[in-house]
């Protein structure tokens, strides 16, 4: 069975930094694409970036270029997304995925989410 | 940056049909993916490629494209198919992007 597992909710200071991951099982990690997306509180969807861990071929959003830094180490089938100085608009759910092989863009499975608070 | 247009808001009541509609120009061009959110849950893939349905999602849930545009359709809507949907497709360049969402509210 395909699971994607996010690590847990974090609560963080602005100007703190932050590595949060997403650990793969029942499948080939290094073959699939690893998508992060961000969902800001009552909002919508928006595509952060992804990584192929085999790889580590990695593709940014315009909009969140320079701002966070996504990595993989297959050694472990884990995808990660880190900041080094967080912001209070950084308060979203984050959530990883996996592009699946229903076409060039898709996500096919999803983790359970990581729920970032950044507040002083 | 590349847009996709969906409505706010859809209302229905159960056992009629909902039709989500998402909008885009580069649509013609790039496949269409649809998701369905309910309150506290990741995204489920229910559409994928404009119009195909993974193992799973009920056969009520088809897709369709005209032009720049593609719906998500939801025959005989069930009080269980209230939630939000996405629609998601990608730009020239590989970009991925999600419609706005769309709340689907069965009355």
């Known amino acids: 069975e395909v699971q994607l597992v996010q690590s847990g909710a974090e609560v963080k200071k602005p100007g703190e930094s932050l590595k949060i991951s997403c650990k793969g099982s029942g499948y080939s990690f290094t073959s699939y694409w690893i998508g992060w997306v961000r969902q800001m509180p009552g909002k919508g969807l928006e595509w952060m970036g992804i990584i192929y861990p085999g790889d580590s071929d990695t593709r940014y959003s315009p909009s969140f270029q320079g701002q966070v830094t996504i990595s993989a180490d297959k050694s472990i089938s884990t995808a990660y997304l880190q900041w080094s100085s967080l912001k209070a608009s950084d308060t979203a759910m984050y959530y990883c995925?996996?592009?699946?092989?229903?076409?060039?863009?898709?996500?096919?499975?999803w983790g359970q989410g990581t729920l970032v608070t950044v507040s002083s | 940056s590349y847009e996709l247009t969906q409505p706010p808001s859809v209302s229905v009541s159960p056992g009629q049909t909902a039709r989500i509609t998402c909008s885009g120009d580069a649509l013609p061009k790039q496949y269409a993916y649809w998701y369905q959110q309910k309150p506290g849950q990741a995204p489920v893939l229910v559409i994928y490629k404009d119009s195909e349905r993974p193992s799973g999602i009920p056969e009520r849930f088809s897709g369709s494209s005209s032009g720049t545009t593609v719906t998500l359709t939801i025959s005989g809507v069930q009080a269980e198919d209230e939630a939000d949907y996405y629609c998601q497709s990608a730009d020239s360049s590989g970009t991925y992007v999600f419609g706005g969402g769309t709340k689907l509210t069965v009355l």
């Open positions: 995925a996996r592009r699946g092989d229903y076409g060039d863009f898709n996500f096919d499975y």
